[in-house]
């Protein structure tokens, strides 16, 4: 065997034959590993017992490490939280977020880790190197990370892995289902330290601090102006600009922000005099009951169903008396007590009321819970009117 490219000459500790090894580090493994190809094959592989594993290994211990994965065992345990981990390794790194420990220091800032594979991924910062890179064709997407390269794909697959067990929204994203949750569950464990406000997510009470320091770190760079949110700077930078994104889809209008477009179409909905009371929703199913071109009458009383007396739908949908359905926009207070709405006990009329609006609708009623976003509305009201509107030839 020529030693070109070789570095070192090693006898093997089972044979005893010589053997070469490039200079990959190799150099500085233990003796006990330092042994030729052929006694290599020599050992044993051992196979994962689990049905439908593939997972073989030479070494018992990785075989031990791999079974865990099936039974969910983890054998190691933290002595100051109830956290356990299947790897030693696992809780090793654990222990130091109670520590505080991070032995791994960069070395061309001041900055510190827990973990190696974080200052790996951090010294990208300063070498500029992005090594992970989009394959699909024409994006030249490139990241530091692979969740980052995994998430990115998304936008090209449409894949959205985590679904809600409560209701049929799924996410491309763990962090979206986590705090899409919060919506059922009412959770919001972000809570103000100066007051007593809570949010559902981090970035919320960061900017509800912000009314509390008075801090404004969105500094506009072509003036002396300086905003508490982002989306205020970007509203503001269109004064200096002109440029107005938003355009009305019914005329030849358009604003800088979107909230000026939303009032603007309650122009349009409410034939220039706009109720007061019009919620967003029943704004924006205005607008696509036009589009479809349906008839309808917007929340007027309904001499057939009665609550001490006649009640109001949001909308009745239909050229015919009766109404072919009927469609509600149902607010918070539909699915919980709400003070504005008289507590408890304005809860148990709003149910009772409800209630007597399905029985007498069946499956003519289409009710729009508040968490579903505007633009799924044009979906929802056509896939209902599809099943109820009758076409009648002229």
Known sequence: MSDKGYKEVYKCSKCRCKYFIKDFGFTRLKERYRTCLKCREKRQIMKCDFVGCKFSTTDSGNLTKHKRIHTGEKPYKCDQCDKSFSQNSSLTTHKRTHTGEKPYECDQCDKSFSVRHHLTTHK???????????????????????????????????????????????????????????????????ECDQ????????HHLTTHKRTHTGEKPYACDQC?????????????????????????????????????????????????NPSKNTSAAELHTILVLKELGLLFIHGSPYDNVKHIKPLQFDFRVGPDTPYQFFIETDGEQHTKPNTL??????????????????????????RIPHTVPLKDYRKLILDFATRH????DE
Not at 195 to 202: D, K, L, P, Q, T
Not at 355 to 363: A, T
Not at 389 to 392: E, L, R
């Open 341 to 366: 709405y008289g507590g408890e006990e304005g809860f148990k009329i709003i149910q009772l009321r409800d209630k007597i609006k399905n029985d007498y609708c069946g499956d003519r009623l289409l």
């Open 195 to 202: 007051c007593n406000e809570s949010f559902s997510r981090s």
């Open 124 to 190: 990208r910062i300063h070498t500029g190197e992005k090594p992970y890179e989009c394959e699909f064709e024409g994006c030249d997407y490139k990241c530091t990370q692979t969740f980052n390269l995994t998430r990115h794909k998304r936008t090209h697959t449409g894949e959205k892995p985590f679904e809600c067990d409560e209701c049929d929204k799924s996410f491309p994203q763990n962090v979206n289902l986590t705090n899409h949750k919060r919506t059922h569950t009412g959770e919001k464990p972000y």
């Open 389 to 392: 509107i009758i076409v009648y």
């Open 224 to 272: 002396d102006k300086s905003f508490s949110r982002s989306h205020h700077l970007t509203n503001h930078k269109r004064t200096h600009t002109g440029e107005k994104p938003y355009a009305c889809d019914q005329c030849d209008k358009s604003f800088s922000k979107n909230g000026d477009l939303t009032k603007h179409k309650n122009f349009h909905c409410n034939r220039g």
